[in-house]
Structures are given as C-alpha cells and as structure tokens.
C-alpha cells in the first residue's frame, strides 16, 4: 500500500474496484506503488489494495469518484496494450481536477482523452495524444491543410507536429518535411556564437532536431537531411519558396512579424500541410513590435479549413512541476490584469 494518506472527518463507504489480471494491477499501481500514490496524494483519498482488488477510501464522495475514472481509464489503457508512465497519470489526475467534473462526467472525458487513442506511427515509435486537446490538435493535423496549435511550453504543440509529418512522410502523403523557426536573438547575440551561419542558427533550431531524432534512426535521418527531403531552416529562408507537396511547420511562432508571418502562410502550395505552433506568452520580439502569430489568430479564424487549436496547463505532458509553474504565471498575470 503506499504511503498512509490522513483521512478526516466521516468517510464516505469505501469503493472496491476489482481488476481481474494481476499483471495489468502491478502496472496499474506503478513500481512500489507510485502511481497509487500520485492518486491519493492529489485527490486526497487512501487505496488500499488486497489481491485483485483495489478499495478507495475518502472524505469527499467526489474525490472517490474521480479517483474510481483514473483508475478505469488507466487500466483500460493497459487492457488496450498501451503502457501506463507517470505522465499519464498526472495528465489524468489535472483532468479530473479541471472545472467542475466529477464522477461519469470526469471519467468520460478522461476515456475520450487517453482510451480512445488517435495514434501517429513513425519509424522508431508509436506516439498517443494524452490528453482530449491533443487528441483534437492531431485530428485536425489530419483534416486539415492549414492548422494552428496555441498555447504555452510543454504541451506537444511542436512534437506532435513533427510526428504527424513523419507520419505522412513515411507513408508517402507528402514529399519532404519542412521545419522551421524565426532565429530571435534572446540574449545571446547571434553574430557573438562561433562558426558559420549553420553553426550560429543550429542551436536555435536544436528542438526540432531532437523531435526529429526521437522518430526517426539516425542514419535515415542524416541521410534525409543530406538530401534535403527533409529540411529545418530559419523563417528568413523560406522567403520567395513555393512549399508544394511537403509537410510545413513554423514553430515559435509568437517571434515571427506580421509581415513574416504573411510571407510563410502564402508559401503554401499544391499537396502540402502547414502547422504554425506558437505560445502568446513568450513573445520575444522587440517593444512595440506586433507578434504575427496574434494577426494571424484574429485575421484567419473565419476562414474554412483553418484549423485553430488551443492548449492549457492542464495538457501539459513534461514534469508535473511545469504545469504547476504556468499556472502560477497564469494566476499572476490574470491578476495583474
């Protein structure tokens, strides 16, 4: 049993949840446990386990139930051969403690977030939305020539981009993948970093290596680049090109000008898919400056086939503490405000 959670005040009759395979139940409950901790330390229940059962107790009836929705919705996961990792758990726990969902309501969104699964297959890995915002995000990824994905750090705006594009690369959907950033100086002077102008504008563009890496061998991928089937560049190089038959992302693009903004969306041709990823929060353009990721939001919402997706803290996938870190930014600047 993990460790002892302090109940008061008049508990509410325990809940037995049974699980009949016992190898799904050790993954369930996470190596020593850790798992049921998280549950009980968020919602403020205790879980008791005795063989194939698992009893949640609590003070409040509400707290019970959603601790009952993660459960189900964890262990249907595992039923459906997919793995259960700490980030899921959290990404669910942030769920069911959103707004004012409890019990079926909290558990039905849950399953529609991670049971339901829309899954992007590249050469390395298989890679799942985790939550019902990412889920929707990669939907319109599919259905859509022209997608925005907004909101703040963490949350697989970019990652998930660039797996949809490998994805459509692989499967013969589109010809090349295009990725590229604006290269703001935010701090460092790019004329002060050493080396050519790869060398000076590499480290801006190392995110979306990294995605790259996790999807692809890296001998394939050296080879791709090479051949410049797939290619990461600064937005100032994608002036005066027609992007046909290629899968397109502009990340950070709260950095990119109204009038770079314009330039990129209008190299839109024949056959391809573009994905603009951005976070209003971050802009790091000069005072005064309009960001071209806020134009385009307030330009282009009414235009059909333009898909405009939004994120919170609640789908942020990295450790536990960034979603804790923007919620508190967020509560400042609401404050301010």
Known sequence: MPADTALTGTPVPPKVLEYPDNRLLIDLCGAYDAHLAAIEKALEVQIVRRGNQLSVMADDEAAQAQAEAVLNTLYTRLEGGRSVEPADVDSLLRMGTSGDDTGSRAGDQMEMAIAGGVEIQTRKKRVEPRTAAQK????????????????PAGTGKTYLAVAVGVSMFISGHVDKIILSRPAVEAGEKLGYLPGDMKDKVDPYMQPLYDALND?????????????????????AFMRGRTL????????????????????FLTRLGEGSRMVITGDRTQVDLPRGTQSGLADAERLLKTIPKISFNYFTSKDVVRHPLVAAIIEAYEAEAEHRG
């Open 244 to 263: 046909s038959n290629a899968f397109v992302v502009l990340d950070e693009a709260q950095n990119a000008t109204s009038m770079q903004m314009k330039m």
């Open 215 to 235: 999807f692809l061998p890296g001998k394939q991928l050296a080879k791709l680049l090479e051949d410049k089937r797939i290619e990461i560049a600064p937005l």
């Open 136 to 151: 929707a995000y990669v939907q319109s990824l599919f259905d859509n020539e022209l997608a925005f994905g907004i909101g």
